[in-house]
């Protein structure tokens, strides 16, 4: 599966760039690391006088599973994913509100969970 979802996340991230045509100084990129397989879409550039620098979005396909540390996205990479033909329970989606606790084991949700 991970071969699979290497490709799946490569095409999904890669298909968002060159969308910013509102934003003549701003350009996205991805970054692939296949032997940590962890995947970036970053967004570089000017807007006005302040330079930008920010991750979009950022996976990583850890145990099988895809993880959406950050996720930038109007809509939501997720819906992407699912559309690449990603089951839900195989994406994890990481919160800040969902830290370790006491109380909770991991601080992890599954699409299908949400």
Known sequence: ????????????????????????????????????????LLREGWENSRRVHAVVVHLEIIEGKIWVQED??????????EEAGVPKTDIVRFSVSLRPSPHRVCGRLTAAEM
Not at 72 to 81: P, R, V
């Open 1 to 40: 599966m991970t071969l699979l979802y290497r490709t799946i996340i490569e095409q999904v991230l890669t298909r968002h760039i060159g969308a910013l045509k509102d934003y003549p100084g701003l350009h996205d990129k991805t970054v692939f690391d296949r032997q940590s397989d962890s995947y970036l």
């Open 72 to 81: 930038w996205i109007e809509h939501g990479i997720t819906a992407e994913l």
